[in-house]
Nanobody, 114 residues
Framework: QVQFVESGGGLVQPGGSLRLSCTGS????????MGWYRQAPGKQRELVAV???????NYADSVKGRFTISRDNVARKVFLQMNSLKPEDTARYYC????????WGQGTQVTVSS
């Protein structure tokens, strides 16, 4: 079973930055696209950023230009650098495969004060 552990969330003021980290376990981490997802209370989980095994990236329009996803295949980690944070970025953030989901981890809470 594929498992993920997220860290790096916290409370930040609008305009601030955070860097989220995810450590993967299980088989075949390095061959799958990885995504960062977020879910706010009362809303569906949404995919905000994807990085392929080769390092190509895609972003939701809402975060484009502000967030950067990256991965370290040797360490089996994926990162999300979040800059210029807005109150609407407040959510619990999760990492997972994109397209072939593993189990959801606990996520890490990001709160941007309004």
């Amino acid at each position: 079973q594929v498992q993920f552990v997220e860290s790096g969330g916290g409370l930040v003021q609008p305009g601030g930055s955070l860097r989220l980290s995810c450590t993967g376990s299980g088989s075949s981490f390095n061959i799958y696209p990885m995504g960062w997802y977020r879910q706010a209370p009362g809303k569906q989980r949404e995919l905000v950023a994807v990085v392929t095994s080769g390092g190509s990236t895609n972003y939701a329009d809402s975060v484009k230009g502000r967030f950067t996803i990256s991965r370290d295949n040797v360490a089996r980690k994926v990162f999300l650098q979040m800059n210029s944070l807005k109150p609407e970025d407040t959510a619990r953030y999760y990492c997972n495969r994109q397209g072939r989901l593993g189990d959801w981890g606990q996520g890490t809470q990001v709160t941007v004060s309004s």
